[in-house]
């Protein structure tokens, strides 16, 4: 579901996730008049650090102007939360970037994928592709959490804005 929501972030707003690089594959743009570099981990979820401390090193970015996007398996589908700080609540990927960045300062935008009811392994729930009917609510859920990456960004940003003052 986060790579889904960074595919939709990338779209419109038209940043081509053309860069292979930092085991990343990112691009450059602007959201809401903001330069960004949005990107996606191309290292398995669990390692999601290395790539997220090698992207922000050579861009030079401190951890705290990241946002991070990532499935839920302790929301329902479609929920969506943003978290500022804090620990990984079990996820293997924020776990891992929490580890490789040191720190916990990031932002998070959690989306919810719900747990398996029929007894599934987590990992092949969370890979397999949603049901018919539950993609007009993934859809809804896409834009939402869009729209969430845009409300975060402009908090960051004030933030970063009023500290340089």
Same mark, same amino acid.
Request: without cysteine.
């Given at each position: 579901?986060?790579?889904?929501?960074?595919?939709?972030?990338?779209?419109?707003?038209?940043?081509?996730?053309?860069?292979?690089?930092?085991?990343?594959?990112?691009?450059?743009?602007?959201?809401?008049?903001?330069?960004?570099?949005?990107?996606?981990?191309?290292?398995?979820?669990?390692?999601? @650090?290395?790539?997220?401390? *090698?992207? +922000?090193?050579?861009?030079?970015?401190? $951890?705290?102007?990241?946002?991070? %996007?990532? =499935?839920?398996?302790?929301?329902?589908?479609?929920?969506?939360?943003?978290?500022?700080?804090?620990?990984?609540?079990?996820?293997?990927?924020?776990?891992?970037?929490?580890?490789?960045? @040191?720190?916990?300062?990031? *932002?998070? +935008?959690?989306?919810?994928?719900?747990? $398996?009811?029929?007894?599934?392994? %987590?990992? =092949?729930?969370?890979?397999?592709?949603?049901?018919?009917?539950?993609?007009?609510?993934?859809?809804?859920?896409?834009?939402?959490?869009?729209?969430?990456?845009?409300?975060?960004?402009?908090?960051?940003?004030?933030?970063?804005?009023?500290?340089?003052?």
């Amino acid at each position: 579901m986060g790579f889904l929501a960074i595919d939709t972030l990338a779209e419109k707003y038209r940043i081509k996730l053309d860069q292979h690089q930092h085991r990343s594959l990112s691009g450059r743009g602007e959201v809401e008049g903001y330069p960004v570099v949005v990107s996606k981990a191309m290292t398995y979820m669990n390692e999601s @650090g290395v790539a997220a401390k *090698a992207l +922000l090193q050579a861009l030079g970015i401190p $951890p705290e102007r990241m946002i991070v %996007v990532h =499935d839920e398996i302790d929301l329902p589908l479609g929920k969506i939360k943003r978290k500022f700080k804090g620990g990984n609540a079990g996820h293997g990927g924020v776990g891992s970037i929490i580890k490789k960045l @040191g720190t916990e300062d990031f *932002a998070r +935008l959690r989306i919810g994928v719900g747990r $398996p009811q029929d007894g599934r392994d %987590v990992v =092949d729930y969370v890979l397999s592709p949603f049901t018919n009917e539950e993609i007009p609510q993934v859809n809804d859920t896409l834009e939402e959490a869009v729209n969430r990456v845009e409300e975060i960004l402009k908090e960051i940003n004030k933030t970063h804005n009023e500290t340089e003052e």
